[in-house]
């Protein structure tokens, strides 16, 4: 359909899997095993209500915000979603070019089907990027990356640390793989690749599994970049996270792409705020607090920030939306926000994203707390 008649997020999915490839829509779509934590993390946001205020004069709002200190047009960045050319010719730049027309924050993915510095020079002068890392059992390659990285202007550094190894999402598996993703070799020092369990596991033999919280301090050592782990879902690791000096964490279970029944993030999010404010006030200008899975509306977002988030990730949706109608797609989404922010911002009755507090929204419907 003519990209006008894409009214919400749902359609561009809908878009998506009418004319992707079986393989593309497998690999984007699938979640690990019986994909029971996919579907919780739509179902998660159902659980909570509004609680809207009247009268506070809503003719002016505003959802601009920071993120890390950065500016961002949207209380929502582009989280790191692999092979982007599986779905358009144009992959990832579709994203980038998009972010930096309307002033909102790409994470790229390590395993990006175009080469990280064609994404780069994609970008607009003063662009925010930040960049999400698989460790790789080498390393030198890792290091030499991350350090480019940051000479090339990126912003923080988002280590992905619920994938230790990859889940086994069935639908991808029972795809065979062949290269014709094009991602960038440079990762994969593993010449024994398995091509025949599907495209993830594929191109993930590099991950280091035996990564830990003892390899933080190397990580401090060779970046000034923010770290911020991308997979937390315990206040336990939250804490340790804040302990060990690290800028922030992610709420996040990988879209439900890792464990399966997985808690979502906005359903942990209460209880690692809570256990975050034991260590002092809150919020915390030093630690951030991300939330990603299942957003597909502005309503999502505003919950989750009131529930004490600082911004939301957003994987697939953005994703979805490039796959007929490229960075137009991209933009689209962007603008489909931005309508639906504004209106629920009304109608809740705030005018900017630090009015968001959690008296605005009843969340009781989440597990005990
Ligand atoms: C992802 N995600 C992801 N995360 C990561 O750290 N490294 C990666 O390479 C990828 N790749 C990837 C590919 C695809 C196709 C999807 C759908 C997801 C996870 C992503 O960053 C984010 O956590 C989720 O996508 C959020 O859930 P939603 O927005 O897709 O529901």
Redesign the pocket.
């Known amino acids: 359909p003519p990209i006008d008649e894409i009214v919400n997020l749902h359609d561009f999915e809908a878009v998506a899997k009418a004319i992707l490839p079986p393989k593309a829509w497998a690999?984007?779509?699938s979640a690990s095993d019986d994909e029971i934590t996919?579907r919780e993390?739509r179902a998660a946001y159902q659980r909570i209500w509004f609680r809207p205020r009247i009268l506070r004069d809503v003719s002016v709002v505003n959802w601009s915000t920071t993120i890390l200190g950065y500016k961002s047009s949207l209380p929502v960045y582009i989280?790191?979603?692999?092979?982007g050319k599986l779905g358009h010719p144009d992959g990832e730049l579709n994203l980038t070019r998009a972010a930096g027309k309307h002033g909102v924050i790409q994470?790229i993915?390590?395993?990006a089907s175009c080469s990280f510095d064609e994404i780069v020079d994609a970008a607009v002068p003063g662009q925010t990027l930040f960049l999400?890392l698989?460790v790789n059992r080498d390393r030198e390659i890792t290091k030499r990356y991350v350090q480019h990285a940051e000479k090339r202007g990126v912003k923080a550094l988002?280590i992905?640390v619920?994938?230790p190894q990859l889940g086994r999402r069935e639908k991808d598996m029972r795809m065979k793989f062949v290269d014709e993703s094009g991602v960038a070799k440079v990762q994969d020092g593993d010449k024994n690749v398995k091509k025949d369990e599907g495209v993830?596991r594929a191109i993930s033999s590099f991950i280091d599994p035996s990564l830990s919280w003892k390899d933080i301090p190397w990580f401090k050592s060779i970046t000034n970049m923010h770290i911020v782990l991308?997979?937390v879902a315990t206040p336990e690791d939250a804490l340790m996270a804040y302990d060990y000096g690290l800028a922030g964490i992610?709420l996040?279970?990988?879209?439900?792409?890792q464990l399966d029944t997985a808690r979502s993030g906005v359903e942990n999010l209460i209880d690692i705020v809570a256990a975050l404010k034991t260590r002092g006030p809150w919020p915390n200008p030093r630690f951030a607090i991300f939330v990603?899975?299942?957003?597909?509306r502005a309503s999502d977002v505003l919950k989750a920030i009131a529930l004490g988030a600082s911004a939301v990730?957003?994987?697939?949706?953005f994703?979805y939306s490039f796959c007929a109608y490229g960075q137009e797609g991209v933009q689209k989404a962007f603008q489909i926000f931005r309508d639906e922010l504004e209106m629920n911002m009304r109608l809740i009755g705030v005018r900017s994203i630090d009015e968001l507090t959690s008296d605005l929204v009843d969340a009781s419907g989440l597990h005990a707390h």
């Open positions: 690999y984007y779509s996919i993390n989280s790191a979603t692999a092979l994470m993915p390590t395993l999400q698989y988002f992905t619920d994938a993830a991308k997979g992610v996040s279970n990988h879209g439900g792409r990603d899975g299942g957003v597909r990730g957003v994987g697939r949706a994703m």
